[in-house]
């Protein structure tokens, strides 16, 4: 009698071909997230399949499928498990520019980096799929929209920055241009560029002093 192999395809054992040991749970995730973001820097999002994935993380294409319904929800995952964009973890500086500019830069820091070629395939992705759209939203525009409002709720107390722009409109405009110019312009972004954006626009926009923009050096 003949004894059928499993698929590779299909079957849940999912082996590291080098030692023959099943991996399963946080040590099978962590390998498939290590694939991901590795196989992003080397094809692009473009190209990224889910194959090319599971081939690198030495995992069976069907363990994949079971864990993400689609690449683009692996993806969110795999750049959420390196930890949240480090964007919301500045200080308080004492200056409401200071600490938009900081926000800004370590968001340009972000998206120049491997986590930005798979922001930014995510935000095409969004046109073929807008069901991606509320989790895109929940792990990475929401999160940076109330650290903004923060940052504005503290100007206003400090008296740099009027009340009436405390909304999540204009806590959004930095760096919803900060992501166009990199959809338009790709990375890296020049600190010129954030500069620009804080002095010409943001800082106008919210300023307590009649929308007198930050003299520039």
């Given at each position: 009698?003949?004894?059928?192999?499993?698929?590779?395809?299909?079957?849940?054992?999912?082996?590291?071909?080098?030692?023959?040991?099943?991996?399963?749970?946080?040590?099978?995730?962590?390998?498939?997230?290590?694939?991901?973001?590795a196989?992003?820097?080397?094809?692009?999002?473009?190209?990224?399949?889910?194959?090319?994935?599971?081939?690198?993380?030495?995992?069976?294409?069907?363990?994949?499928y079971?864990?993400?319904?689609?690449?683009?929800?692996?993806?969110?995952?795999?750049?959420?498990?390196?930890?949240?964009?480090?964007?919301?973890?500045?200080?308080?500086?004492?200056?409401?520019?200071?600490?938009?500019?900081?926000?800004?830069?370590?968001?340009?820091?972000?998206?120049?980096?491997?986590?930005?070629?798979?922001?930014?395939?995510?935000?095409?992705?969004?046109?073929?799929?807008?069901?991606?759209?509320?989790?895109?939203?929940?792990?990475?525009?929401?999160?940076?929209?109330?650290?903004?409002?923060?940052?504005?709720?503290?100007?206003?107390?400090?008296?740099?920055?009027?009340?009436?722009?405390l909304?999540?409109?204009?806590?959004?405009?930095?760096?919803?241009?900060?992501?166009?110019?990199?959809?338009?312009?790709?990375?890296?972004?020049?600190?010129?560029?954030?500069?620009?954006i804080?002095?010409?626009?943001?800082?106008?926009?919210?300023?307590?002093?009649?929308?007198?923009?930050?003299?520039?050096?």
């Amino acid at each position: 009698m003949t004894t059928m192999r499993p698929d590779p395809e299909t079957t849940d054992q999912d082996c590291d071909h080098r030692t023959r040991s099943r991996r399963r749970g946080d040590t099978l995730n962590t390998a498939i997230y290590a694939a991901t973001l590795a196989e992003l820097a080397e094809v692009g999002y473009a190209d990224l399949t889910m194959k090319g994935i599971a081939h690198r993380a030495r995992a069976s294409k069907g363990s994949l499928y079971r864990r993400w319904p689609n690449l683009a929800e692996l993806v969110v995952d795999a750049i959420y498990e390196q930890g949240p964009l480090p964007v919301m973890e500045l200080p308080d500086t004492g200056s409401v520019r200071e600490d938009i500019l900081g926000f800004l830069r370590r968001f340009a820091v972000a998206l120049n980096g491997t986590s930005g070629e798979a922001i930014r395939g995510l935000m095409t992705a969004v046109l073929k799929h807008p069901e991606l759209m509320a989790v895109i939203r929940n792990r990475f525009i929401e999160p940076g929209t109330e650290f903004m409002l923060e940052v504005l709720r503290r100007g206003v107390v400090r008296g740099e920055v009027r009340p009436t722009a405390l909304t999540p409109r204009v806590a959004t405009v930095g760096h919803d241009l900060l992501r166009q110019h990199v959809l338009l312009h790709g990375p890296p972004v020049e600190d010129a560029v954030l500069v620009e954006i804080v002095d010409e626009v943001v800082m106008p926009l919210i300023s307590a002093r009649g929308g007198a923009a930050h003299p520039r050096p």
